[in-house]
């Protein structure tokens, strides 16, 4: 489809300006890394019918430049074999990243770009990774930065949804699997506030991806359109133990993904354990 060769052609052009970019080695003005852990929670196995206990490990970086600004995540996900006849898999793990840079237009030109609640417009180039599958995905699009009372930061990404190529290295004849482009619209936020003498916040992402057409070696599928909704609510634990504030913290986090990863009618809605180092 021409369309999809011209999102591709897009994309891969913005992602090299990235990694052009990236090279350069721009030293970051500002910077938070975090070390993720929840546990306690049973989530959907696509593919599966059936669910199992989850622990999920994540690192995770957002860092800021002259121009603009970096996010990346990886995710380590394991699968605890369990009761469920709708399950039929053992202990089993993967991994999943995502990579954001953020180009400010109003920094680059020099220029304020604000209008309404927009405090600033971005030119933002994704990349997600699933290595399991063997699959990658890019993100062309566009930042609006959001000056909202009370929030550390509230954004909107409205980008492009373009795979790449892959398939399932681990089924008994490989798969090769292809994808029509779609989009994503991703609002990401975060507001601290207080209680009595404690720290808390509530941060997260809601997003929605459109659905598409999925070509293997058996056919071709409709992948529905999917909601993901990640609130956290974080307590400042380190602050109640009377050590550094904003260093370590617990809480939980609530995951809503209604048709996971496309799959019609399998849903999460499940509460984990979390607890999170930043350094």
Known sequence: MKTNKMLNAVAT?????????SATAFAETWSSTEVHLQAFGELERVGTGGTADTTIITFQHAGGWEYGDNFFFVDHLR?????????????????????????????ISGNKLAFGPVKDIGIVAGFNFAPEVDSYWLLPGVRFSLDLPGFA??????????????????????TVVDEDS???????????????????????????IDGREQTNNFGTTELESWILFQPQVRLDLGEVLGNKAGQLFVGIEY??????????DTDDNAVQFLAVWRF
């Open 182 to 208: 779609s989009f994503m619209v991703d609002f990401a936020w975060a507001y601290p506030f207080n209680i009595g003498s404690t720290s808390w916040s509530i941060e997260g992402h809601l997003e929605y």
């Open 13 to 21: 052009t913005m992602i090299a300006a990235t990694a052009l970019v």
């Open 153 to 174: 930061f509230a954004q909107i990404d409205v980008t492009g949804y373009v795979h790449q190529g892959g398939g399932s290295k681990n089924s008994p004849v490989f």
């Open 79 to 107: 699968y605890s074999e369990n009761n469920d006849a709708n399950f039929p898999v053992d202990d089993s793990s993967e991994f999943y990243g995502e990579w954001y840079s953020n180009f400010s237009l109003g920094a």
């Open 255 to 264: 995951q809503y993904w209604q048709n996971k990863l496309g799959e019609k």
